[in-house]
């Protein structure tokens, strides 16, 4: 489906706000190392971790375009054309808990997962429907709780991204 641009004057219905769409980051720490699409399967979909509510913040979790430069003896300017994307490296940091049994424990340096951000709402809200999503395959760098003198007890998980897919999640049977 095309995007299709609301016409001037006009109300556009269809935009919404991330806090109010509960469950729209799902983390799946399950390997998929032979996979290429990074699509969950049923038993992937039921073992993943929803840490939605334990998120304090994400950092990155973007593209940076990179860019060649084709340079000649007859241009004042050298023009440059598309030469990739470099994906941002990226953290969450996450509220703890007073037992310890919270997101810092979840993770551990060098393991591969893949964490999916579904902005179009949570895919395991019972509709039978499949939603899309993308798929950000990261390897973990480094766990850590932050020190702080006030406020929630934090910590914060750093990622490698080592690759980002748009796929369509399953729907539920």
């Known amino acids: 489906m095309a995007f299709e641009p609301t016409a001037l004057g006009g109300v556009d219905a269809d935009r919404f706000a991330v806090k109010k769409n509960q469950g729209w980051l799902w983390i799946a720490w399950t390997d998929l190392a032979d996979q290429t699409d990074f699509v969950p399967d049923e038993a992937e979909v039921n073992s993943g971790q929803d840490l939605t509510c334990a ?61 999916y951000h579904c902005p179009y709402g949570n895919f395991q809200d019972g509709s039978a429907a499949e939603k899309p999503a993308w798929a950000w395959k990261m390897t973990v760098a480094f766990v850590s709780p932050t020190v702080a003198t006030a406020g929630g007890a934090m910590g914060t998980v750093s990622f490698g991204v080592l690759a980002l897919r748009k796929v369509t999640l399953p729907a539920e049977t």
Do not use: H, Q, W
Request: one cysteine or more.
């Open 55 to 115: 998120v304090e913040a994400l950092n990155g979790f973007s593209g940076s375009p990179r860019f060649a430069e084709l340079p000649d003896l007859c241009s004042d300017v050298d023009p440059k054309v598309p030469d990739g994307v470099s994906l941002d490296d990226s953290s969450i940091s996450f509220y703890l808990a007073s037992d310890a049994n919270d997101a810092l424990s979840f993770f551990t340096a060098g393991d591969e997962g893949v964490i």
